[in-house]
Nanobody, 127 residues
Framework: QLQLVESGGGLVQPGGSLRLSCATSGFSLDHHIIGWFRQAPGKEREGVSCISSSGGTSNYAASVKGRFTISRDNAKETVYLQMNSLTPEDTAVYYC????????????????????WGQGTQVTVSS
């Protein structure tokens, strides 16, 4: 059974850091783009970052570029999102998602392309 399970969310002060993990099972990371998305109350779901199946290509939303870093460890079947210099505007439920692909360098920050989703983890940035 294909599963994605997020962890690592929590409450952090502005300027702090968190590392989210997306543990996957039931499918091969080698053939999936993995994306991180977030949704704040009253707002639409937003693509945050994604990484290609090869791990060699990544993409970031302008709002997080330079602060967030995505990485993947295919041996551990896990994708990470390191979030630094957090601000209250980063407060949201964060989801990871998987998109099947035949292209090792393809990336995609658009939610409709993703077939499989985790349940989400809450990130709250507040003093």
């Amino acid at each position: 059974q294909l599963q994605l399970v997020e962890s690592g969310g929590g409450l952090v002060q502005p300027g702090g850091s968190l590392r989210l993990s997306c543990a996957t099972s039931g499918f091969s990371l080698d053939h999936h783009i993995i994306g991180w998305f977030r949704q704040a109350p009253g707002k639409e779901r937003e693509g945050v970052s994604c990484i290609s199946s090869s791990g060699g290509t990544s993409n970031y939303a302008a709002s997080v570029k330079g602060r967030f870093t995505i990485s993947r460890d295919n041996a551990k079947e896990t994708v990470y999102l390191q979030m630094n210099s957090l601000t209250p505007e980063d407060t949201a439920v964060y989801y990871c998602a998987a998109q099947p692909t035949l292209h090792p360098t393809a990336v995609n920050l658009e939610a409709p392309g993703y077939a499989y989703w985790g349940q989400g983890t809450q990130v709250t940035v507040s003093s």
